[in-house]
């Protein structure tokens, strides 16, 4: 089925060690996101990518750094993780253009837990 | 400060019973969205809109511009309906490419 893959579901790390969140989508999308989510608080963006080869940074990117491989690939990388990032990442897609809307596509999380 | 807030924050409600989410929100917007996230599960987006009203199955959900206002409504709920549903709006002052979610609401459906 066409949509957004997130890979791994699950993850454990000690403080300290690094680690890379891939995601890929499948529908031509030029822009992807990362987000995190914590309990009682909405998803916040740690980084965007509004078109292959450019990225900027949303409300939260301390300590996250991505690369838009291609159209399809947007990772998210922790060098150093800390407890402060155990959270649920989600990535997602959309075909966003200047003066117009489209949807978005999530990938189904990653449970990421730092300890 | 929360730019979009939505009530309740939990509701539980009994099979079959009509439910109504509301989202408020305090800055221009282009579109408005709804998406359900299931406990454990991945996120859908359930409706994009950005004026009027959007209707598919059992759920509808409406704008009112003037008010920075919007509801998700669900009739003739069911236990499957359980799940967070989630307010989120693209601004003008961003263009299109980014999201600000509300921190969802929690539907209950008891059999």
């Known amino acids: 089925n066409a949509g957004v893959t997130q890979t791994p579901k699950f993850q454990v790390l000690k403080t300290g060690q690094s680690m890379t969140l891939q995601c890929a989508q499948d529908m031509n999308h030029n822009s992807m996101y990362w987000y995190r989510q914590d309990p009682g608080m909405g998803l916040r963006l740690i980084y965007y990518s509004a078109s292959e080869g450019t990225t900027d940074k949303g409300e939260v990117p301390n300590g996250y750094n991505v690369s838009r491989l291609n159209k399809r690939e947007f990772s998210l990388r922790l060098e150093s993780a800390a407890p402060s990032q155990t959270s649920v990442y989600f990535c997602?897609?959309?075909?966003?253009?200047?003066?117009?809307?489209?949807?978005?596509?999530f990938g189904s999380g990653t449970r990421l837990t730092v300890v | 400060k929360n730019e979009v807030e939505q009530s309740p924050q939990n509701l539980t409600a009994q099979e079959g019973e009509f439910i109504t989410i509301n989202c408020s929100y305090s800055?221009?917007?282009?579109?408005l969205h709804w998406l359900q996230q299931h406990p454990g599960g991945g996120i859908v987006s359930l409706f994009m809109l950005s004026s009027g009203k959007k209707k598919h199955g059992r759920l509808i959900a409406t704008i009112n511009i003037q008010e920075k206002h919007s509801s998700l409504h669900i009739t003739a709920s069911h236990p499957r309906d359980s799940a967070v549903y989630i307010c989120a709006f693209t601004s003008l002052d961003f263009g299109n490419e980014k999201l600000t979610f509300g921190t969802g609401t929690r539907l209950t459906i008891i059999p």
């Open positions: 800055v221009g917007i282009s579109a």
């Open positions: 997602a897609s959309s075909e966003a253009r200047t003066g117009r809307n489209y949807g978005y596509t």
